[in-house]
């Protein structure tokens, strides 16, 4: 139902409204860089054709595939059909493809060839005219980050970062953001050459995740969390993020990334952040993103010496993934056979700020481990050592399944049924699945809908991205330097990482939860 507004009412101030009342998206043209390639074969495309398919794209939505790959419309067409079957979240009705199919387009250029941005002045222009655009232009970088900087390049020079007439132009920037803050910065300098801070969209495809958006809504639309949120209440937190896949095809880029890199830098740190920042004056995008970004400031830095007994770095050696053999890194297709990068990391961090003064924050990372899931885990204090908590071991743990089976979990003591006072831990458990019966959209679905909404909410904003860098070097460049180098430790695929992460934790009297 639609209510009116009464004179009473104000406004709607769009700088407030952010993630509770996201705007609605709009006409546009997405030109994606790296069109041939994985991300938009796997991600965008299929995440398109699913909020098409659920009556959330705009009819004058157009995609325009930009890569170096001779052709033509109807074959990337085709070439997208087939990945969209197989990677989309819901099966592709065939009346709907073909509908959203006329709204796909191919245009075949080199990134570095000024004559290609001119032509695609003319075919967006042209669509515009088709297809009612409305000259709003979405550009998503999909290529390679060496790829950035010529096509921002032409960008600018085809006067293609330039609006008129009440258009828009955003660009979307793919992760790696940067390999260090130095390099972080030269991007952030080089984008800015051609587009603003507020014409940046920074993916960060965790934040689009469903359930660590309701990390903010379940710290903050619930009275009985708040007071406990706290260094009084909160005995410890841990963030897992484990994978059973390996590095796959992607040794070219993960040689020279690393876990660190690749996970904390950016996906682990946007959850603590959720986790552990204040809450924000209003939902807009800056207000969030400037309670988050104290976050990281907040970490505490550590000097070289403490970086080898507050994280540990691990590699997989060969082993078994559900009961199936593997090779170790570093016999994997284009790895080093000396190769020191990192598949595993584990982390003992502290927030140095009021409300989190001395609770350690143990985040673990990892690929190869035996099985894929993601959680937050916040372990309460112990209940005073009286009555009934003289033999109780257990915490009371809240957990937050960010996936797979999205939802949360609170454990509590309960009594035993009998007639002794034995007592047992239970679980009350929320699961998404079954409380609103239908399946959380994918994050690429909610981010992509977000860039055509003009909404940066749940994207990383330059001073997050820098900061995170910030904290991440010194632990990168102890582990490169020339001497006293942290060790690496082995472990065999399908295990839960070194026993070096499991020490971190125990030395403080405290054991990973068991996922
Ligand atoms: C990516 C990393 O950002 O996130 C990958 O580059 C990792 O190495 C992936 O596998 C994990 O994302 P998800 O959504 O599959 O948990």
Redesign the pocket.
Known sequence: MLMNRTADQPEPNPLREGLATRPVPQPCSIVIFGATGDLAHRKLVPALYNVAADGELPPAVTIVGFARRKKSDDEFRRDLEEATRKFSRQPVRDEIWKTFAQSIFYHQSEFGDESGYKALVERLDEIDKTHGTRGNRLFYFAAGPDQFEPILKHLKAAGLNQTCKGSWVRVIVE?PFGTDLASARELNRIIHNSFTEEQTYRID??LG?ETAQNILVLRFANAIFAPLWNTHYIDHVQIT?A?T?GVGT?AGY?ERAGALR??VQ??LLQLLCLTAMEPPTDLSADSIRDEKIKVVRSLRRWSRNEIAANVVRGQYAKGAIHGDPVLGYRQEENVNPDSQTDTFVALRLFIDNWRWADVPIYMRVG?RLPKSA?EISIHFKKAPAVLFNKDLHDLNVLVIRI?PDEGISLRIHAKVPGTSFHIEPVKMDFHYGTSFGKASPE?YERLLLDAMSGDATLFARRDEVEQAWAFIDPIEQAWHAKKDVPELFFYPAGSWGPEAADDLLARDGRAWRRL
């Open positions: 992760k495809h965790f995740k993020a994978e896949l992607r993960y690749d996970m950016n996906h690929k993601t996936q994050a």
